[in-house]
């Protein structure tokens, strides 16, 4: 039940693109990401924002699809480079 977790407001909604979300729960990151309503699919670099330095392994778990390692440096916010229909459900864990 992600509702319990805790909303971190790392996104701005109409500036960042695609549309993010994020909630950390356990000791996890999720993310949500949307495409734009007019698009047939969004690529590029998402930016994981919030994670503490040290090394992530990526899942989309609706998908269950492995998505790699990213690696969380001080200063430097992690990305993955992607491309999704609709949405991209994210779990981000150590």
Excluded: C
Excluded at 13 to 29: F, Q
């Amino acid at each position: 039940m992600l509702s319990k977790g805790t909303f971190r407001n790392l996104y701005v909604y109409g500036y960042d693109t695609p549309e993010g979300y994020a909630i950390e729960k356990n000791g996890k990151m999720y993310y949500a990401f949307f495409a734009p309503e007019n698009s047939s699919e969004w690529k590029g670099d998402l930016q994981l924002r919030g994670l503490a330095p040290g090394s992530y392994h990526v899942v989309d778990y609706s998908q269950g699809k492995e998505l790699g390692t990213v690696e969380a440096k001080g200063g430097m916010t992690p990305k993955i480079t992607t491309a999704f229909k609709d949405h991209l459900l994210l779990e981000v864990s150590h």
